[in-house]
């Protein structure tokens, strides 16, 4: 069932694109079935799913963290998250920029942008980003590395609409490449895209899609 799942979609994926597999909710057998076809790359929204899941897979899973993420959560993950999507705000910035200077290590992440109508969904808007990325402790930050941007659409059968705001949040990581990471290689990642709607994200410039009741089933 995974593997066919997973040959389906990876057939589909562009070789720039990476499948980050959405494991929330899902027992690990599932997820070991789903790295014995060569899986990699994992996604999960909470804390402590990402602590109890951790252990018992193989060391070279990637575990991509894509929830909200509390700020009193961070020091439990920091050390075993890959890439973090959901850098949604300021006063995250700045627990996991002390969090990692204290493992003296450097963490990647992506600037979550709030693409979609629901006011439930989190991330900031462009004013905000532009904001945050002329501050001075950003600017004076050394142990968080910005790759990328995030974004969830809409959830709406309006297929018009999500192109919309997926061509948006491309347009939002064409401009922060040129007037703020010009001169960095590792700002490359545009994570959107999920179950409903990955062919047109990618479409749309995505390189890294998060997928998951395609490939483990409703939730
Ligand atoms: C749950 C989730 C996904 C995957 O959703 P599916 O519709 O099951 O593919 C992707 N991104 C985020 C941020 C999620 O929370």
């Known amino acids: 069932m995974i593997a066919s799942n997973l040959n389906r979609i990876l057939k589909e994926l562009p070789a720039h694109v990476t499948l980050v597999a959405v494991s929330k909710t899902k027992p690990l057998a599932l997820l070991q079935e789903a790295y014995n076809c060569g899986q990699r790359d994992f996604g999960e929204n909470k804390a402590q799913e990402i602590l109890d899941k951790f252990e018992h897979l193989p060391k070279d899973t990637r575990w991509h963290f894509i ?11 920091i050390d075993k998250v890959h890439l973090i999507h959901s850098m949604d705000r300021e006063s995250l910035f700045v627990e996991l920029e002390k969090q990692a200077g204290k493992l003296n290590r450097i963490v990647d992440v992506l600037l ?17 980003a ?11 930050a050394s142990h968080v590395r910005i790759v990328g941007v995030m974004g969830m659409a809409t ?9 919309l705001e997926f061509e948006t949040l491309k347009s939002y990581y064409d401009t922060l490449k040129q007037d703020f990471f010009m001169d960095s290689d590792e700002f490359r990642v545009i994570s959107m895209g999920m179950s409903g709607d990955y ?13 998951g009741s395609a490939i483990f089933g409703e939730r």
């Open 130 to 140: 532009v904001t945050f990325l002329n501050c001075e402790f950003y600017k004076s």
């Open 112 to 128: 979550q942008f709030h693409i979609a109508e629901e006011e439930t969904k989190h991330g900031f808007s462009w004013d905000e």
């Open 199 to 211: 062919e047109i994200a990618i479409a749309c410039g995505s390189n890294m899609v998060r997928v």
């Open 155 to 163: 959830f709406t059968e309006n297929l018009a609409q999500v192109q």
């Open 67 to 77: 929830g909200h993420l509390q700020t009193n959560k961070v020091r439990q993950v």
